[in-house]
């Protein structure tokens, strides 16, 4: 009953899922923030660095404008040309001297927030995050550390709540263990792993680079999928089927070098990473802990209603979440090669 009731609070919420959100923009990878990196040279003069997001071809336009007057120069420029990745623009910030509270205005926060820090000469680091509505960054201000914390925590529950592909792992590895009790060892072992490599990559004792870990992530969920196929011989079990924690700790390893992502696209200072890692991995731990919430809640749900007990809904999540892995693991495959 356990899996039966699984299987069909996974279709309910993989068709609520295409139903709310899916369309040709929406992909696989988690919601990545514009960022903005700031240092001061002097009293007058800031460069700026914005690294904005580019989205299966759509190129982000945001623009910085000093409201009291001044000048900016823009002093490099460099665009993502395979349709993924990072824009770079570098500017050179000149503030008029009779400007005693420099700030910057940023042009077109309109579906996307923007992760600013600034080094101040004397060291000092502020990070804060702009939106629409919220778009002016005070040069001479402080912000709390509560503030920072507050901050990256929220883009680590972001992180994993848009991440469609870690989101499904997660779902598919409900549906390949046998009782409640042999998914938290799972789930345990797939955060500790996790947990290691984001903490490993974003410090940069490790480095692998982006696509391989993306198509790889894609393919820890067509493992699942062609597991979960298979015919559970229980008394010849395969080893997976014997020792799942296997599996969640292996694919755990290689979705914290995508989680990683985030931050290491964020470009820190190493002064900030410390604190910016353990409040963003708390972040991503919340985001699974309210993703499960929401499917076991469902699973409930589904398991009193006459309309999902119907038979094919045990093999329609399966097939959902093989056919979307199959077009990541291509995709991304691709983009290793070109």
Same mark, same amino acid.
Request: with cysteine; glycine share 6%.
């Given at each position: 009953m356990y899996k039966y009731n699984v299987y069909t609070a996974l279709c309910a919420v993989l068709y609520i899922a295409f139903s709310l959100v899916w369309s040709p923009q929406v992909q696989a990878h988690p919601y990545q923030p514009a960022v903005g990196l700031i240092s001061q040279i002097n009293n007058y003069q800031y460069e700026l660095t914005l690294k904005l997001p580019v989205v299966a071809g759509e190129h982000t336009n945001i623009t910085p404008k000093l409201p009291h007057g001044g000048k900016i &120069?823009?002093?490099s420029s460099q665009n993502s040309l395979d349709g993924f990745g990072m824009d770079l623009h570098r500017y050179l910030l000149v503030f008029p001297p009779q400007d005693t509270t420099?700030?910057?205005?940023?042009?077109?926060?309109?579906?996307i927030q923007l992760l600013t820090q600034v080094t101040k000469k004397n060291g000092q680091i502020n990070t804060l995050e702009l939106y629409k509505g919220h778009n002016n960054l005070r040069l001479a201000g402080k912000v709390s550390t509560w503030?920072?914390?507050?901050?990256?925590?929220?883009?680590?529950?972001? &992180?994993?709540?848009?991440?469609?592909? &870690?989101?499904?792992?997660?779902?598919?590895l409900l549906l390949f263990t046998r009782d409640f009790r042999t998914f938290l060892k799972a789930i345990t072992c797939f955060t500790l792993a996790h947990s290691i490599t984001l903490s490993l990559s974003a410090l940069n004792f490790i480095h692998v680079p982006e696509p391989p870990v993306e198509a790889g992530i894609a393919l820890s969920i067509l493992f699942l999928c062609y597991e979960l196929t298979r015919?559970?011989?229980?008394?010849?079990?395969?080893?997976?089927r014997r020792f799942p924690w296997i599996i969640s700790f292996s694919f755990g390893l290689l979705h914290g070098l995508g989680f990683a992502s985030a931050l290491k696209a964020a470009g820190l200072q190493q002064t900030s990473i410390p604190l910016a890692l353990a409040c963003f991995n708390v972040g991503v731990e919340i985001g699974q802990l309210i993703f499960l919430s929401i499917l076991l809640t469902l699973l409930k749900i589904c398991s009193k209603i006459t309309f999902?007990?119907?038979?094919?809904?045990?093999?329609?999540?399966?097939?959902?979440?093989?056919?979307?892995?199959?077009?990541?693991?291509?995709?991304?495959?691709?983009?290793?090669?070109h």
């Amino acid at each position: 009953m356990y899996k039966y009731n699984v299987y069909t609070a996974l279709c309910a919420v993989l068709y609520i899922a295409f139903s709310l959100v899916w369309s040709p923009q929406v992909q696989a990878h988690p919601y990545q923030p514009a960022v903005g990196l700031i240092s001061q040279i002097n009293n007058y003069q800031y460069e700026l660095t914005l690294k904005l997001p580019v989205v299966a071809g759509e190129h982000t336009n945001i623009t910085p404008k000093l409201p009291h007057g001044g000048k900016i &120069h823009l002093l490099s420029s460099q665009n993502s040309l395979d349709g993924f990745g990072m824009d770079l623009h570098r500017y050179l910030l000149v503030f008029p001297p009779q400007d005693t509270t420099p700030d910057i205005e940023f042009q077109g926060l309109n579906n996307i927030q923007l992760l600013t820090q600034v080094t101040k000469k004397n060291g000092q680091i502020n990070t804060l995050e702009l939106y629409k509505g919220h778009n002016n960054l005070r040069l001479a201000g402080k912000v709390s550390t509560w503030s920072t914390v507050k901050l990256f925590v929220t883009l680590g529950i972001t &992180h994993i709540l848009t991440g469609i592909d &870690h989101l499904m792992f997660v779902a598919g590895l409900l549906l390949f263990t046998r009782d409640f009790r042999t998914f938290l060892k799972a789930i345990t072992c797939f955060t500790l792993a996790h947990s290691i490599t984001l903490s490993l990559s974003a410090l940069n004792f490790i480095h692998v680079p982006e696509p391989p870990v993306e198509a790889g992530i894609a393919l820890s969920i067509l493992f699942l999928c062609y597991e979960l196929t298979r015919p559970n011989n229980k008394e010849q079990p395969t080893l997976s089927r014997r020792f799942p924690w296997i599996i969640s700790f292996s694919f755990g390893l290689l979705h914290g070098l995508g989680f990683a992502s985030a931050l290491k696209a964020a470009g820190l200072q190493q002064t900030s990473i410390p604190l910016a890692l353990a409040c963003f991995n708390v972040g991503v731990e919340i985001g699974q802990l309210i993703f499960l919430s929401i499917l076991l809640t469902l699973l409930k749900i589904c398991s009193k209603i006459t309309f999902f007990q119907k038979s094919i809904f045990r093999q329609v999540p399966l097939y959902i979440m093989g056919i979307m892995a199959s077009f990541w693991f291509i995709q991304r495959v691709y983009i290793v090669f070109h």
